[in-house]
Nanobody, 128 residues
Framework: QLQVVESGGGLVQPGGSLRLSCVGS????????IGWFRRAPGKSREEVTC????????NYADFAQGRFTVSKDNAKNTVYLQMNSLKPEDTGVYYC?????????????????????WGQGTQVTVSS
């Protein structure tokens, strides 16, 4: 199947860290911009960060800036989300999504407004 698959979620104490992975299956992530989203209980989905197909350009939500880092290893067909200094409000299901890129992404980078593939999500729980 053509999909992306997240992993790495779990239970962590406040102030702790987790690294999430997003692996392409049947698709080559070299050709896709990747977004990370999360959905907290009782809240709407929000975008955490996104990264260009090349891995050279990124954008972060305010709550993620300085704490979260997205990176792309096209050789491993994997995107990572390193989350440090986690807070209870970071609890939720985290999703990665892939957007097929048809241009060279020159002239700047904005998070895609549409994604072709969505992962199943991985649960992140930050609690004492």
């Amino acid at each position: 199947q053509l999909q992306v698959v997240e992993s790495g979620g779990g239970l962590v104490q406040p102030g702790g860290s987790l690294r999430l992975s997003c692996v392409g299956s049947g698709i080559t992530l070299q050709h896709y911009a990747i977004g990370w989203f999360r959905r907290a209980p009782g809240k709407s989905r929000e975008e955490v960060t996104c990264i260009s197909a090349s891995g050279e350009k990124t954008n972060y939500a305010d709550f993620a800036q300085g704490r979260f880092t997205v990176s792309k290893d096209n050789a491993k067909n994997t995107v990572y989300l390193q989350m440090n200094s986690l807070k209870p409000e970071d609890t939720g299901v985290y999703y990665c999504a892939a957007d097929r890129i048809l241009t060279d992404e020159s002239g700047g980078f904005l998070c895609p407004s549409f994604y072709d593939y969505w992962g199943q999500g991985t649960q992140v729980t930050v609690s004492s």
